[in-house]
């Protein structure tokens, strides 16, 4: 059921029960993060490995010390600037923050989403929520409550409707390691952005040291029908004869009989713009009867960085040329 109404949605959440959220980054499937029911059911309707840690989601800086030991002054200071926003740190976890959402680690990734209706709704509630993006496991982020609902139907009580995401791409992933920083995840934030706060930080290839993290996964964010990754749309798609293609491009449209559908990320070329529409174009390429689709490869630099890692997950492993 997709509704607005915040208070249904607590009631909800304080009886163990999972709500989607909207926040702006992408739609995330939340629990209470102390209830293991919720949590549980977390991973069994995305059907995500538990060995996958969760981004645990609060409303108010007072909780990070509800949840954390030893926060840095470098932590305290992207806090002070990114909060809320679409900027996940990784800290030392205190012992009382269950095992089930941190995978084992003795570290939590904490967030305070930028979204009104989520912020007023995680102030109501007395426990965080813990909330990785409403999507199974491997498939196209949702940034609408109507793609969470097609997802995941009456298997889920609510879907707090908050309208599409504006940022429209996970949130960055930042933690520590000898007290410097390391960037775990590209996202909503531009890399270049932290650095200017912080300076350089150091980019871990997270993928080889945890080949099971969600989002590090080779094939991730995938659409089900074939999707390839060029920097040359227009040379690709004559390779393609006889084929019902469709296309993901930044800011210009191509004209070529072959094309069935094209969407257009931004025709103002800008990255922002591009990120927030990302998902919801490749839902709907995915709806088509298509028998490719070709994505065009951003400038890789600020949030095209992220949306470069995003199309590389969608077009891996069973979509190559
Ligand atoms: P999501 O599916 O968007 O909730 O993604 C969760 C992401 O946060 C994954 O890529 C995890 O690898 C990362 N993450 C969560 N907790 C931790 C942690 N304790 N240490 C390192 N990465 C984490
Ligand atoms: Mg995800």
Redesign the pocket.
Known sequence: MISTDLYQAAQLLYHNQNVAIPTET?YGLAGNIYSEKAISNIFALKNRPLVNPLIVHIGSRDQVEDLTIDVSELAQKLMDKFWPGSLTLVLKKKETVPTIITGGKDTVAIRMPNHPLTLKLLQLLPFPLAA??A?PFGCI?PTSASHVDHYFQEKLPMVLDGGSCQNGL?STIIGFENHQPILYRLGAIALEDIENEIGPIAIKNFEEQHPNA??MMAR??APNTKTIMTSNVKEVLHLHQGKRIGLLLFDTKITDEKIVHQEILSEQGNLKEAAANLYAALHRLDALPLDVILVERFPDNQLGRAINDRLKRAATAKNTI
Request: aromatic share 10%; proline share 20%; hydrophobic share 10%.
């Open positions: 992408v990785p993006s999507n982020s996970e969600p989002g991730h964010y």
